[in-house]
């Protein structure tokens, strides 16, 4: 059995330099991302805000 997408999260603003999420050679920084969204990935673990289409959305 294979796992599936249960829930989402969209994020407003892109990955880049000036919000500390990428390098100057836009590599991931991944021990700010995660940092940076702990508690919206623990929110996706948690609960569901609202089913959109058949798939579960939490608005950020």
């Not at 997408?5 to 330099?17: E, N, R, Y």
């Not at 919000?19 to 996706?44: C, E, G, Q, V």
């Amino acid at each position: 059995s294979f796992e599936t997408v249960k829930t989402i999260a969209l994020h407003p603003q892109p990955f880049s330099v000036d919000n500390d999420l990428l390098t100057p050679t836009f590599k991931l920084k991944r021990h700010d991302a995660k940092k940076a969204f702990l508690p919206t990935i623990k929110a996706l673990y948690s609960q569901v805000v609202d089913l959109v289409g058949g798939h579960h959305v939490l608005q950020v």
